[in-house]
C-alpha cells in the first residue's frame, strides 16, 4: 500500500463520537474524508484526507441541474483476529468505475482509490463502532463539479469518500418486511441507467416509496419498465425467491443493479448445492407458485441490510404471505454466513475479507 502521494491535512479538534444505541444510518460522520479533483487538462488530481466538512462549489456546478453523479457503498468491520477488514472492496471500485461509464465521468486508477479508502479508514479507524451489527458504512461519490449550464459531459469533477458509523440495521433481529409491488412508478428502463449506481435513479424512486408508506407497506417491488410484468429490485435491493427448492433471482437485464450481495449470495447458495437461476420471473408467475404452495421464501440483498426477508406482498388485490411471516430457512443461513464472514467469525472460503490493517 502506498500513501507517499497522499496529503493529510488533519483535524485540530476532534469530534465527540456519538453512542452506539444512538447511531442509526448515516447520520454521523467521521473526523476525516478523502478529496480528490479532476479536470480534463490534468486528469485526477490533488488526492487528499482533510478534515470532514462543508464544501463549495459553483451553483451552476452541473451535478446540480444534470445530475451526473455515482456512488458506492461498502462497510468496514473490526475483526478480533484480523484487524479491520473490508467485504470485497475492489468489487465496490471496479463498479464505480462501470457506472462512471454509463453517465460519461471519467474513470479512476482502482487501486489508487481502494488505497486512499484504506488510509482514510486507518486515519479514522476509532469510529468503528465494535458492538453486535454494527460499522462502518464508507461511501465514495464522484460529482460533476464544472460551473456550466451546457447539457453534456462536464470537464471537471470531484471524488469524495466518507464514512458513517452505522448501528445494527435491525435492532430487534433480523424480521421480515411488507412489500408493495409497484404497478404504476417505474424505477429503470432498458437502455436507461437502472444498472448504474447513481442519485437519478434514487430521486426517480422516491415517490412510489412515499405511496407504498403511506399505504403501510415498508418496501417498493419494481416491475421492468417496458411491460411492467418482471420483477426488478426491491426497494434498493437486489431480490431473491426460493420456489420448490430452487432459488430465482431476476437476470442483470441492464435495468437491474449488480449487486455484490447478490453476487455472493448466489457464490455462497451454489457452494452449498442449493440450485440457483438468473432469469426473467414475472409478478405472475410468483403469485401463481404462492398459489400452489410453492413459494417458500423471499429476500432482499444489499450491503446495509444484508439479507432482508419479505414476510408479505401486495399485489393489485391479491396479499400474500410468505414464509408464513418469518425468517425462511435459507435468508437465515446466508445472514449468518455473510455477516460471519463479514465480522471474522466464519472461515472466509471465497476470499471476500481484505485487511485494511
Ligand atoms: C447498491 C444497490 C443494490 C445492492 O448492491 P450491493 O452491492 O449488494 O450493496 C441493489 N440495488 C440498487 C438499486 C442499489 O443501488
Given at each position: 500500500m502506498s500513501h507517499s502521494n497522499l496529503k493529510f491535512i488533519q483535524r485540530e479538534q476532534l469530534k465527540v463520537k456519538p453512542k452506539a444505541s444512538e447511531l442509526?444510518?448515516?447520520?454521523y460522520f467521521t473526523d476525516h474524508m478523502f478529496v480528490m479533483d479532476y479536470s480534463?487538462?490534468?486528469?485526477?488530481?490533488?488526492g487528499r484526507i482533510v478534515p470532514y466538512g462543508p464544501i463549495s462549489l459553483d451553483p451552476s456546478a452541473m451535478v446540480f441541474h444534470y445530475g451526473q453523479e455515482v456512488f458506492e457503498g461498502m462497510k468496514a468491520y473490526k475483526t478480533e483476529k484480523e484487524g479491520i477488514v473490508l467485504f470485497r472492496p475492489d468489487m465496490n471500485v471496479k463498479r464505480m468505475n462501470e457506472s462512471s461509464t454509463r453517465l460519461s465521468i471519467p474513470q479512476v486508477d482502482p487501486d489508487y482509490v481502494l488505497s486512499a479508502i484504506k488510509q482514510l479508514i486507518e486515519i479514522d479507524?476509532?469510529?468503528?463502532p465494535e458492538g453486535d451489527g454494527t460499522s462502518l458504512y464508507i461511501r465514495p461519490f464522484i460529482i460533476?463539479?464544472?460551473?456550466?449550464?451546457?447539457?453534456?459531459?462536464?470537464k471537471q469533477y470531484q471524488l469524495l469518500v466518507i464514512m458513517s458509523p452505522v448501528g445494527s440495521y435491525?435492532?430487534?433481529?433480523i424480521h421480515p418486511v411488507s412489500i408493495y409491488v409497484e404497478d404504476?412508478?417505474?424505477?429503470?428502463?432498458?437502455?436507461?441507467?437502472?444498472?448504474a449506481k447513481t442519485s437519478g435513479n434514487y430521486a426517480a424512486g422516491i415517490k412510489a416509496q412515499e405511496v407504498a408508506k403511506d399505504l403501510g407497506y415498508s418496501q417498493v417491488l419494481w416491475l421492468d419498465g417496458?411491460?411492467?410484468k418482471y420483477i426488478e429490485e426491491v426497494g434498493s435491493m437486489n431480490v431473491f425467491f426460493k420456489v420448490n427448492g430452487e432459488v430465482i433471482t431476476p437476470e442483470l437485464?441492464?435495468?437491474?443493479l449488480a449487486g455484490i450481495t447478490r453476487d455472493s449470495v448466489i457464490a455462497m447458495l451454489r457452494s452449498w448445492g442449493v440450485p440457483v437461476t438468473e432469469r426473467k420471473i414475472s409478478v405472475e408467475e410468483l403469485f401463481e407458485a404462492h398459489q400452489k404452495g410453492q413459494l417458500e421464501e423471499a429476500f432482499g440483498t444489499g450491503t446495509a441490510a444484508v439479507i432482508s426477508p419479505i414476510g408479505s406482498m401486495k399485489w393489485e388485490e391479491q396479499q400474500i404471505e410468505i414464509a408464513g411471516g418469518e425468517i425462511g430457512e435459507c435468508a437465515h443461513k446466508l445472514y449468518d454466513s455473510i455477516t460471519g464472514i463479514q465480522r471474522g467469525t466464519l472461515d472466509d472460503p471465497f476470499g471476500w475479507r481484505q485487511v485494511v490493517k
Open positions: 442509526g444510518f448515516g447520520k480534463t487538462e490534468q486528469g485526477w488530481y490533488d479507524q476509532e469510529w468503528i460533476a463539479t464544472e460551473p456550466c449550464l451546457g447539457v453534456r459531459a462536464a435491525y435492532k430487534e433481529g404504476h412508478y417505474v424505477r429503470a428502463v432498458r437502455g436507461g441507467t437502472g444498472a417496458v411491460e411492467n437485464s441492464g435495468s437491474i
